[in-house]
């Protein structure tokens, strides 16, 4: 029997995705779900789509919702960690102080005033996450999720959680996006990828070993439109394709979001990810009320990494993933110890990272960067530093504000999630 524990599973339309890639498997033999929220009402939701997508799988896992984490722990032989500290209005609370300063973010959620104190607020559940794992489970999987990746893995393994990975679809769907502009079925295509989560870079991208880069350049040249999204200019200028879309790159990097020019000829959508806050809560309440009424639901699979990892590691089967994972000489020109996004092979013995050696030097400059400011973030939370949290956003590579504001700024942020924060970083600096 695998036990699969869920925490955060009022992340409900998640919830309900990863489900729908697990039951479709018929090899793993009898399922546990333990499902595990904070919030009664959203757990009971999630525990009543988990037992309506197994009725429509024609699966009988054994499925069991905790308000308590523990309990959830209990025997886990894999923990999915999907929480969000704080929800809505805490993600409101990250894009409008800083708009008040004239901060612009799109998403808002890896780096940046958004990202730094998005991961702030989720410090402290993983800390009491990973002392669970220790005493109740500690040979289980942790499959993260929740942003921001990079510094979420890293402040776990600081906490030394011994088997972890960070997974995100980023690189999957840029490269079936790739293949559909270049006219190349997905299933012909081959290609490695590495970096960052979020700022990775298609290193190799081919078909029977022909350069499909060629493919993609007389694509763009055929469609100049193209050219206005974020992540094609940063191809045409540092050689190599970025994997993630448009609204998440352009917070990485100092080029666009700070001048207005850009945002009009990119077109990039201000605060776009308050617009996603909602669509999240329709659809959870879509859910939640077509639950009640004994309306059918969609039941669709997302192609997701989680049920595939745990699919490899219960039955043997080896596959390729794209894992985020601690610098252990996997990528020789980032810092050693810094997370990092690369292929990883999963099978029975687990995640074993692949080695990709040096990144093109322009593509390793722009990472080093954003590793600058995941280290000091976690440094913060480790060592009770509220100094480094300023530091961190001293170092961001879209950082555009007077140091000053930035300290006013972080001073107003740090008031304002105060009740999430360890209580070292509470204070005013």
């Known amino acids: 029997m695998t036990r699969i524990a869920f925490i955060g599973a009022g992340s409900v339309v998640f919830t309900q995705g990863l489900l729908a890639d697990l039951f479709s498997f018929t090899d793993l033999g009898e399922l546990q779900i333990a499902l595990h929220d904070i919030d009664p009402e959203r757990l009971d939701t999630a525990a009543r789509a988990a037992q309506y997508i197994a009725d429509q799988r024609g699966v009988r896992p054994r499925i069991s919702a905790h308000l308590d984490r523990r309990a959830a722990l209990e025997g886990a032989d894999f923990v999915i960690n999907i929480v969000q500290v704080g929800m809505n209005d805490a993600t409101r609370i990250d894009f409008e102080l800083p708009a008040k300063y004239g901060v612009r973010q799109t998403i808002g959620d890896t780096l940046g005033v958004g990202g730094v104190f998005r991961a702030l607020r989720t410090f402290p ?58 006219g190349v079925p997905y299933g012909d295509v081959t290609y490695l990828a590495a970096g960052v989560n979020h700022q990775a870079w298609v290193l190799r991208f081919e078909r029977a070993g022909e350069d499909l880069y060629p493919l993609l350049d007389d694509r763009i040249a055929r469609e100049p439109e193209l050219e206005r999204r974020v992540r094609v200019d940063m191809y045409r200028r540092l050689g190599y394709y970025p994997t993630e879309t448009s609204e998440h790159s352009s917070e990485y990097v100092p080029w666009y979001l700070s001048h207005q020019s850009e945002v009009e000829r990119l077109r990039l959508p201000i605060g776009d990810y308050l617009r996603i806050v909602e669509e999240n809560v329709a659809l959870y309440e879509g859910t939640r009320d077509a639950l009640k009424r004994g309306e059918p639901l969609a039941v669709e699979g997302t192609m997701e990494y989680a049920p595939q990892v745990i699919h490899s590691i219960v039955t043997g089967t080896p596959r390729t993933i794209y894992g985020n994972v601690v610098n252990q000489g996997l990528i020789s020109n980032l810092p050693g110890g810094s997370v990092v996004e690369v292929p990883c092979l999963v099978d029975g013995s687990g995640v074993q990272p692949t080695a990709v050696g040096a990144l093109p030097a322009q593509c390793a400059a722009l990472n080093r960067s954003y590793v600058n400011v995941n280290e000091l973030v976690v440094r913060a939370a480790v060592e009770d530093d509220p100094l480094s949290i300023r530091q961190a956003l001293l170092m961001d590579p879209a950082s555009t504000l007077p140091v000053e504001q930035l300290w006013a700024l972080c001073n107003e942020l740090v008031d304002a999630h105060s009740n999430y924060l360890q209580p070292s970083l509470r204070v005013p600096v």
Request: negative net charge; contains cysteine.
């Open 125 to 182: 559940v993983l800390k009491g996450l990973a002392e669970d794992i220790a005493a109740i489970c500690p040979d289980a999987w942790l499959l993260n999720y929740t942003n921001p990746m990079a510094m979420n893995v890293w402040y776990l393994k600081a906490l030394g959680v011994r088997n972890v990975v960070g997974l995100c679809h980023s690189v999957y769907w840029t490269m079936n996006d790739l293949s559909q502009l270049v």
